[in-house]
């Protein structure tokens, strides 16, 4: 597999990256994630976008990522992946200095880039049966509006879904139900959808930004609110969202089986308005 690393492109197994590189000791970096959709990136400018803010967060200078788009579809064509859908890896550190020390490496130090595509298997057109979340105490930091590399905390998350028979975890910040340990959280109400306002408990997802334009204009009203874990059974449906998680609907939460067992109407109707919006390739 070629892969883009520091300015070439290289076969995977060329890539040499340092121990002293500050992504691999203090996880300073931040990353982006981004598919296809008819061999087009989707919502490009979004995604980098989110990656300029994330590096301006924590003060990596690297004026580059305009130039990432080409790069990602040149990684696309040396890999013959021009005919399946593919999802991109985005990763920028602070780059490598020795000897190892907290504060900033001098400003001649280059940060890190890599960048790497895989095919997509998935089935984007089917709905999926729905799936169960855990609710997990939110013990991240409080900038999760940056995309950092920095996931401890929601690899341990994930994994103890994984480990209760669950697909995604859903942190709980305040009793207040923020975001899955890599997607954005939904609720329904009365044929209204909610989920968390931005503020730095979450990530600004493009998924999430997406489907508020899609419902809105098809109709459907959003909430920019958040859900309350005493309020979780006012509430008729849930689903997350994620760029290659798309929307998945719940049908449990801990050990509480939603309704019937099944992905809601309104949950429903909104994969559609999404299937919709990105057959009409006008984004
Ligand atoms: C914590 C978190 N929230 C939400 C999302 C969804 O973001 P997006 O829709 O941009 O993929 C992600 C994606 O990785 C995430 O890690």
Redesign the pocket.
């Known amino acids: 597999m070629k892969v883009y690393f520091n300015g070439q492109y290289l076969e995977l197994d060329e890539v040499r990256i340092s121990p002293f590189d500050r992504g691999f000791q203090y996880a300073d970096g931040v990353y982006e994630?981004m598919r296809t959709y008819y061999e087009k990136l989707f919502h490009a400018r979004d995604h980098f976008a989110r990656l300029k803010e994330s590096l301006k967060a924590i003060r990596i200078k690297y004026n580059e990522v305009d130039e990432l788009e080409d790069i990602i579809y040149k990684l696309i064509e040396l890999n013959s992946y021009s005919n399946s859908e593919t999802s991109a890896y985005i990763q920028i550190t602070r780059g490598e200095f020795y000897p190892r020390k907290h504060s900033f490496p001098p400003e001649n130090v280059k940060p890190t880039v890599f960048v790497a595509v895989t095919p997509i298997s998935g089935d984007t057109r089917t709905l999926g049966k729905g799936i169960k979340v855990i609710l997990e105490e939110d013990i991240r930091w409080s900038r999760?509006n940056i995309k950092s590399i920095s996931l401890l905390p929601?690899v341990l998350a994930n994994q103890h879904a994984v480990d209760e028979g669950a697909e995604e975890a859903i942190w709980v910040r305040d009793g207040i139900l923020y975001?899955?340990?890599?997607?954005?959280f939904w609720g329904v109400k009365d044929e209204k959808i909610f989920t968390a306002p931005l503020s730095n408990y979450?990530?600004p997802?493009?998924?999430?930004k997406v489907l508020i334009e899609v419902c809105r204009s098809g109709g459907i009203e959003v909430k920019e609110e958040v859900i309350k874990e005493s309020e979780l059974k006012t509430f008729q449906e849930f689903f997350i969202?994620?760029?290659n998680t798309e929307v998945k609907p719940i049908i449990q939460i801990n050990d509480w089986k939603l309704g019937d067992g099944k992905p809601g109407i309104i949950t429903k109707k909104i994969h559609s308005l999404l299937l919709h919006y990105i057959d009409s390739k006008q984004w």
Do not use: K
């Open positions: 994630v999760c929601s975001e899955g340990s890599h997607t954005n979450i990530l997802g493009v998924s999430r969202t994620g760029t």
